[in-house]
């Protein structure tokens, strides 16, 4: 019998906030235990502090995870890396996104397997995607979550809505 991995990561920006994924991303919200609802299931941390499920989605064909640093968000942002390739930011808990980040993707040029996402903790608007070789691109990219946007010039001659946003590295 095998069970399945589990990852644990804080929001670093969201202090009582983290999310636990394997087959199934869910975000956990930490509170006293007073002031939990009595109705609410919780897992209990201390004699004190508990957990309260918040949101949850599947994680299928999800390979990596991690929370964006950016404070003006008023959950926490996630990356994931599918086996694709492809990295989508989403919230699991999303009422309002005023930077306008939730939904958006990032595809390399050439598909191959996400292996790891890592948000840069000082510049948190970067991200560095780490992706399996490919013999004429690069296993290592960059992006500028904010500045990317789907009518950025792809190719150096012209604009197209159509052509999806670039690395900056």
């Given at each position: 019998?095998?069970?399945a991995?589990?990852?644990?990561i804080?929001?670093?920006?969201?202090?009582?906030k983290?999310?636990?994924?394997?087959?199934?991303?869910?975000?956990?919200?930490?509170?006293?235990?007073?002031?939990?609802?009595?109705?609410?299931?919780?897992t209990?941390?201390?004699?004190?502090?508990?957990?309260?499920?918040?949101?949850?989605?599947?994680?299928?064909?999800?390979?990596?995870?991690?929370?964006?640093?950016?404070?003006?968000h008023?959950d926490?942002?996630?990356?994931?890396?599918?086996?694709?390739?492809?990295?989508?930011?989403?919230?699991?808990k999303?009422?309002?996104?005023?930077?306008?980040?939730?939904?958006?993707?990032f595809?390399?040029?050439?598909?191959?397997?996400?292996?790891?996402?890592?948000?840069?903790?000082?510049?948190?608007?970067?991200?560095?995607v780490?992706?399996?070789?490919?013999?004429?691109?690069?296993?290592?990219?960059?992006?500028?979550?904010?500045?990317?946007?789907?009518?950025?010039?792809?190719?150096?001659?012209?604009?197209?809505?159509?052509?999806?946003?670039?690395?900056?590295?």
């Open positions: 019998m095998s069970s991995k589990l990852d644990v804080w929001s670093p920006v969201h202090q009582d983290f999310i636990v994924w394997g087959q199934d991303i869910t975000l956990y919200e930490v509170s006293r235990l007073q002031d939990i609802e009595k109705k609410t299931t919780f209990q941390l201390s004699s004190t502090r508990g957990a309260v499920v918040i949101a949850s989605q599947s994680a299928s064909g999800v390979r990596c995870v991690d929370i964006s640093a950016i404070a003006d008023p926490p942002l996630l990356a994931l890396g599918h086996v694709s390739g492809k990295v989508t930011l989403t919230s699991l999303q009422t309002y996104d005023p930077l306008g980040l939730v939904g958006r993707e595809v390399a040029r050439y598909p191959r397997a996400c292996n790891s996402v890592a948000w840069n903790r000082t510049e948190s608007n970067l991200l560095a780490g992706l399996e070789k490919h013999r004429s691109d690069s296993c290592i990219q960059l992006w500028d979550v904010q500045t990317c946007s789907t009518d950025e010039f792809s190719d150096g001659t012209s604009p197209s809505a159509a052509d999806p946003p670039r690395p900056v590295a």
